[in-house]
């Protein structure tokens, strides 16, 4: 657990101190203070739709920071040699694995939990919103967050940056459409393109199971038993997602 | 003296292609021994197969075939993580931590008290002369100070082994020197040392035995001394007017700037030759002969044969 924990605690003193963290970061404030901005000359209640443009932008920009930094994390680790040094003071290999999935965890949530709470100080000055529901769909794009990190580890592993890139890009949006693909294969009489999109459903990670941003601030609360549910789904696919990567770092040959 | 590390008849091939994924062998049938408490060499020429070997005992990389042996005990993983330490060569780090954060999460991987990591960090800076950048970001070290840093990441728990993957690339002559003294305690301490090296002149001060590898097998592994010793070599220091005939054929003529003749003789016979053939020849002076040591630079590149090779010989006399 020593190990784990040591990992989890370089990769997160790291990744905090990483510029591209704080660009995303003033990023957001200045794509709020627009959004802000149009809103107040626009109809309606001005708070749902700084909420709405807000959370969707903060799931946008923890997305792409997911697998930038946990690619580009990876990646440097093994071109600066930091990598070897680390490993060969493991006994087990998926220590390193699991550690730097959590140092990584505990970075893009504290950027997550930052931006909401900036987007409820802003929401609260134009008018009120149900605040426990808005907090339960931060709390699911964390967990989303979190699912990223874990297809962006396993595609780390690929030599190539940009092939890494552009591969956790396409599940991460392909985990958006899975309903829409399984609906596709069942609309279709082709019995192979029904089996390849069952298989589709079942393997690619569900993103949009644990997006809860679509109510939040519109209704009181999400039901109790839903949100055991996204949480039960997110844990038992981010071990799956560690447990393929661990297997796969363990046999490679680090050259 | 029993072995500390033994490597048995290792191979490793490794994919070179993206598509085809052909495999290239980079390492045939290499076997060599260090034993406990000595300091060896690992030499060859770039692309030999040092870092693919150090890899190899690392656990990074698993051989094709053949087996390392450590402590009387084979290792199909590599060498047990708290008894050696690794310095891979040119380590570059996490550019956003400081030395002291590096160093104090590196030594509670390996297992050390909080008591002694503080202790520990302070005497390696102090001794590696990086004490005023330890608490500076590693982005604003020199790559002196990196190389400094990750030497110490190898020594500070400890260990019984030591493998250096290139430890005096990018130092300073007074961090090579630094380097080498610290290298000295660590022989001095007990521990073993493998390490890698371009810098022949540094290797031959700080070991005491040789492996030499050439595109992947190796080609000596043994005492340096006995590398050293064979056929020693012979400067003839001469001035004539007219060449005397057929010493071309028992050595390499040079003029040097001072007017003089140096005739290298690579063989009792060939000096004896030359020296007569230069007291036969009328206008000719003998002037010196002096046998010459041979270095570590000059039994590496003799091993080797490359034509390369042989100009750096000629050169360096």
Redesign the interface.
């Known amino acids: 657990m ?2 784990i924990a ?2 989890a ?2 990769t997160f ?3 905090i ?2 510029k591209i963290f704080y660009g995303v970061f003033a990023f957001f404030i200045l794509l709020f203070i627009t959004a802000a901005a149009l809103a107040s000359v626009t109809m309606g209640r001005t708070e749902l739709m700084i909420l709405d443009l807000g959370l969707g932008s903060i799931s946008i920009l923890g997305n792409l920071m997911a697998i930038v930094i946990t690619i580009q994390a990876l990646q ?2 093994r071109e ?3 990598l ?8 087990q290999r998926w220590k390193y694995i699991i550690g730097k999935f959590i140092g990584l965890a505990a970075v893009l949530a504290l950027q997550i939990i930052l931006m909401c709470a900036l987007l409820g100080l802003c929401i609260a000055l134009f008018g009120e919103v149900y605040w426990q529901s808005y907090i339960q769909a931060c709390f699911a794009t964390i967990l989303e967050i979190w699912l990223v990190i874990g297809i962006a580890l396993l595609f780390a592993q690929s030599s190539s940056l940009f092939l890494a890139i552009l591969l956790t890009l396409a599940i991460d949006i392909a985990g958006r459409f899975t309903f829409t693909i399984r609906q596709l294969g069942e609309q279709s009489d082709n019995p192979i393109l029904q089996s390849l999109t069952q298989a589709m459903y079942y393997i690619l990670p569900n993103l949009e199971a644990v997006n809860l941003r679509n109510q939040a601030g519109y209704i009181a609360q999400y039901d109790w038993s839903q949100l055991a549910q996204i949480l039960g789904y997110s844990i038992s696919e981010i071990i799956l997602l560690l447990c393929v990567c661990s297997l796969i770092f363990q046999r490679k ?3 | 003296m029993n072995p500390l590390i033994d490597v048995q008849h290792i191979n490793l091939s ?1 994919p070179t292609g993206h598509v085809l994924q052909k495999r290239k062998t980079i390492l045939h049938d290499i076997s060599f021994q260090v034993k406990q408490g000595t300091s060896t060499a690992y030499l060859g020429t770039n692309g030999a197969g040092k870092t ?1 070997t150090f ?1 190899i005992l ?5 051989p094709d075939s053949g087996q390392l042996v450590f402590d009387g005990k084979v290792m199909p993983h ?2 047990p ?1 708290k008894r ?1 330490g ?12 400081t030395p002291q ?2 160093l104090t ?2 030594s ?4 050390m008290d909080n008591k002694q990591i503080n202790k520990r960090i302070q005497y390696w800076a102090e001794k590696l002369h990086f004490s005023k950048v330890l608490k500076q ?1 590693l982005s604003t070290c020199s790559k002196g100070q990196v190389q400094r840093v ?1 030497l110490a ?2 020594l500070i728990h400890q260990p019984d082994f030591i493998l250096l993957d290139e430890p005096l690339s990018g130092l300073d002559p007074i961090g090579r020197a630094c380097v080498r003294d610290v290298i000295h305690d660590e022989i001095k301490r007990g521990a073993t040392l493998l390490f890698s090296s371009h810098i022949l002149d540094d290797a031959e001060a700080i070991c005491d035995q040789v492996i030499i590898l050439k595109a992947g097998q190796t080609v000596f592994s043994g005492d340096i001394q006995s590398l050293l010793s064979s056929d020693d070599t012979w400067m003839i220091k001469a001035l004539w007017d007219k060449q005397p005939a057929d010493i071309h054929q028992h050595g390499e003529i040079k003029q040097m700037i001072d007017g003089n003749y140096y005739i290298q003789a690579s063989s009792i016979h060939s000096r004896d030759a030359i020296i007569q053939n230069i007291l036969n020849t009328e206008g000719a002076t003998l002037i010196s002969v002096e046998a010459e040591k041979k270095t570590l630079e000059h039994a590496f590149v003799d091993l080797l044969q490359m034509d390369k090779g042989e100009e750096t010989y000629a050169s360096h006399r």
């Open positions: 020593q190990a040591e990992i605690k370089l003193s790291d990744a101190r990483n440097q680790e600066s040699r930091t070897y040094v680390l490993v060969t003071r493991l006994e040959n680090l050259a | 490794i693919s890899r690392c656990g990074l990389m698993k590599g060498l993580p050696f690794f310095m891979p060569e040119q380590p570059y780090f996490y550019k956003n931590l954060e590096l999460g590196l509670r991987l390996s297992g970001r990750g990441q190898a």
